[in-house]
């Protein structure tokens, strides 16, 4: 029977092909803005790595002599000197610190390409286990490689592509500022939406292209002050880069992972420790007060995902119902015009159940047709998105299995929601009183 | 088969209340050719609705094959007007993006029939009303008489144990109308009962029964004084 109404769809839908078209348009540009929307705000607040986001945690200290923003809310970074401390425990199964700079890269053996300016993210050797960043060829750089300050790098697949011709590249070497570095590795592709382990400001920017020893920044002595969190409560002894090392100055992204509530608790227990000695030691003047800030939390807590998008979700949902509201009227006028039709269908058997069902898969065809053409109206929208904000992470414009099967479901549901009261309408009518309209 | 007792149907609009039909008695047995005429306005029209259950009696006692209709929930009603009942209206509706085929399918749709059955009824009742060549037309393609042919199919083909036509040949020229009540006539000859509201006396007395409505009223007369 469902076949038969149908096929009862499509011949009422051919019959007035601009009304038909006037609702699936409706709901399409209604879908469209929503699902436009409602993409890029999903794929900013999802979980960025579901499988241990909640054994992630940033550390932070209150190391400040004054009140940072109030009283419970510290900075994203810490000093050098407590990383130094930081590394030291075993109780982490895995434990990054995260620093940024700027340098000059391009190739040796390739004269015909430009060198490029490029952003370095630069870590300690858990940074890929903690992570779980996938490799295309070679790994990270092992522990003594980052003890001793190795000049070697772990190329992002674009990179590699752009300077090895996407070929297998460990063991090449590339400039990196006026020093050759040895590639070491290459990622596969890796794109973290949010990138949860960056300062907020970076979040939705792309991926890092080019990683290198955290210890290779310290012994170079490399620092770009644009890409970090300075909080130089305490100015340093001099401008040496020495003196930056030894100071108050919070710069330092400083991640662990936990296992489990046990491990977390020992390890609360060993930074406080670490802050009774510093505080003992003339440091940590206020107070006490160090945080281990689940991941989640931290995401929430920087407004990764900002009210902006949120209201522009409902906004664009406030639009939707404006189109389906529209496209109600529409339908009640088509079912209107369809009275004849009814009456005959019930004086020849059909009971209200049967209109109900009739036009019912008459509406889910329109809302079906509605949803793909506001599948691709979204695409648009997120291509149109993508395009005027190059500068964000492409993922964010991007729509997922889950977010494609959601906006053809939302146009069939939200059409037979809005299409309720028409199609109860058009049911109840009083056969005898319709007959002579056909 | 069909017995109405004391029934009656009002309309009631705002505090207006309008007696379309006052209480009257009414018993057809199977296979009866029962004419109902009367003026325009008489009733004949709201009369033919509640035997075919498309509308409500107001009181009295309506007993299709011995069920109180007034029981009878929309599922069931819906059901008997499947089963029981064949409509033939005076402007044919047809549907006219469907096939002659399909048109006379609808009904058996409903009767949720395999297809084969299905196929089998349609061909049958289109050959019976000598249409089954052009199952694939579309009503547009037929002539007035033709369509209603159609109809006539369309309400046989489910083998009802009555068909209400409500004026049938009131669209249709002398020849055409002529050949309708053939049909009818063919129709009520093999069993199924037959209720036909018409205007026109000549037609009325082909009938077996006249049953006649004025103001409301329904009388019955035998043929030849009614016509007269």
Same mark, same amino acid.
């Given at each position: 029977m469902y076949?038969?109404?149908?096929?009862?769809?499509?011949?009422?839908?051919?019959?007035?092909?601009?009304?038909?078209?006037?609702?699936?348009?409706?709901?399409?540009?209604?879908?469209?803005? !929503?699902?436009? !929307?409602?993409?890029? @705000?999903?794929?900013?607040s999802k979980d960025p790595i579901p499988n241990k986001s909640a054994n992630l945690y940033q550390v932070q200290l209150d190391s400040l002599n004054y009140e940072f923003a109030d009283n419970d809310i510290l900075p994203n970074t810490i000093a050098y000197q407590d990383v130094q401390a930081l590394l030291k425990s075993d109780i982490p199964k895995n434990h990054v610190a995260l620093g940024a700079i700027q340098t000059e890269i391009g190739p040796i053996d390739n004269p015909s390409i430009e060198r490029q300016t490029l952003e370095v993210r630069t870590a300690t050797s858990d940074f890929f286990a903690m992570f779980e960043v996938p490799f295309l060829h070679g790994g990270g750089w092992s522990e003594q490689d980052g003890k001793d300050a190795a000049q070697v790098a772990v190329l992002s697949k674009e990179t590699n592509g752009w300077l090895f011709n996407g070929e297998n590249s460990v063991g090449r070497t590339f400039y990196f500022g006026k020093d050759t570095y040895r590639v070491i590795g290459v990622l596969d592709d890796w794109n973290p939406l949010p990138k949860y382990y960056e300062l907020s400001y970076a979040a939705f920017k792309k991926p890092n292209g080019v990683f290198i020893p955290f210890n290779t920044q310290i012994k170079n002595e490399f620092l770009t002050l644009k890409l970090i969190s300075n909080y130089c409560w305490k100015e340093p002894d001099d401008q040496s880069f020495a003196a930056l090392l030894t100071s108050e100055c919070m710069w330092?992204?400083?991640?662990?992972?936990l296992s489990n509530a046990q491990d977390r608790d020992q390890y609360q227990a060993f930074i406080d420790n670490h802050a009774k000695e510093q505080q003992a030691l003339g440091r940590f003047p206020r107070r006490i007060f160090n945080k281990l800030l689940p991941l989640k939390e931290y995401l929430t807590d920087e407004e990764i995902v900002s009210d902006d998008s949120k209201m522009a979700v409902w906004l664009a949902a406030l639009f939707l119902l404006v189109c389906l509201l529209n496209c109600m009227s529409l339908?009640?006028?088509?079912?209107?015009?369809?009275?004849?039709?009814?009456?005959?269908?019930?004086?020849?058997?059909? @009971?209200?159940?049967?209109?109900?069902?009739q036009f019912a898969i008459e509406l889910s065809v329109i809302g079906l047709a509605g949803g793909l053409l506001g599948l691709l109206f979204a695409k648009l929208g997120l291509m149109a998105a993508a395009n005027t904000y190059h500068y964000l992470h492409s993922g964010l414009m991007q729509m997922n299995s889950q977010l494609l099967m959601s906006t053809v479901m939302l146009a069939v549901v939200s059409s037979l929601l809005f299409g309720l009261y028409p199609i109860t309408k058009a049911s109840r009518m009083q056969p005898s009183s319709q007959l002579k309209s056909l | 088969m069909l017995k109405m007792k004391s029934l009656s149907k009002a309309f009631l609009t705002d505090a207006i209340k309008t007696q379309a039909l006052h209480p009257f008695d009414l018993t057809i047995e199977q296979g009866e050719f029962v004419s109902v005429i009367g003026p325009s306005g008489s009733g004949k029209t709201t009369f033919l609705n509640?035997?075919?259950?498309?509308e409500e009696h107001s009181d009295g006692l309506y007993e299709l094959d011995g069920k109180d209709v007034a029981q009878f929930t929309d599922k069931k009603k819906s059901a008997y007007r499947? +089963?029981?009942?064949?409509? &033939?209206?005076?402007?044919?509706?047809?549907?006219? +993006?469907?096939?002659?085929?399909?048109? &006379?399918?609808?009904?058996?749709?409903?009767?949720?029939?395999?297809?084969?059955? =299905?196929?089998?009824?349609?061909? %049958?009742?289109?050959?019976?009303?000598?249409?089954?060549? =052009?199952?694939?037309?579309?009503?547009? %393609?037929?002539?007035?008489?033709?369509? %209603?042919?159609? /109809?006539?199919?369309?309400?046989?083909?489910?083998?009802?144990? &009555?068909?209400? /036509?409500? +004026?049938?040949?009131?669209?249709?020229?002398?020849?055409?109308?002529?050949?309708?009540?053939?049909?009818?006539?063919?129709?009520?000859? /093999?069993?199924?009962s037959i209720i036909m509201v018409t205007h026109d006396n000549e037609q009325a007395a082909q009938a077996k029964r006249i049953v006649q409505i004025k103001d409301g009223h329904?009388?019955?007369?035998? %043929?030849q004084k009614a016509i007269a």
């Open positions: 076949f038969y109404y149908f096929k009862l769809a499509l011949l009422s839908l051919r019959k007035t092909p601009l009304l038909t078209l006037l609702m699936v348009a409706m709901i399409a540009i209604g879908i469209g803005a !929503t699902m436009t !929307t409602y993409t890029i @705000s999903y794929m900013m330092i992204i400083f991640w662990v992972e339908m009640i006028a088509k079912f209107d015009a369809k009275a004849g039709e009814i009456g005959l269908r019930r004086a020849v058997g059909a @009971s209200q159940n049967d209109i109900i069902k | 509640i035997a075919g259950l498309l499947n +089963e029981k009942i064949g409509f &033939v209206f005076q402007s044919f509706n047809l549907i006219p +993006e469907l096939n002659l085929y399909d048109n &006379v399918d609808m009904p058996l749709r409903y009767r949720k029939f395999n297809s084969e059955e =299905r196929h089998k009824r349609i061909m %049958q009742a289109l050959e019976q009303v000598g249409l089954a060549g =052009r199952k694939d037309h579309y009503p547009t %393609q037929l002539s007035g008489g033709q369509q %209603q042919r159609i /109809a006539i199919a369309r309400a046989i083909a489910g083998t009802p144990s &009555v068909i209400l /036509a409500d +004026e049938p040949t009131g669209n249709l020229d002398s020849k055409m109308a002529e050949g309708i009540m053939s049909l009818l006539k063919d129709i009520n000859a /093999a069993g199924t329904l009388s019955e007369y035998t %043929q």
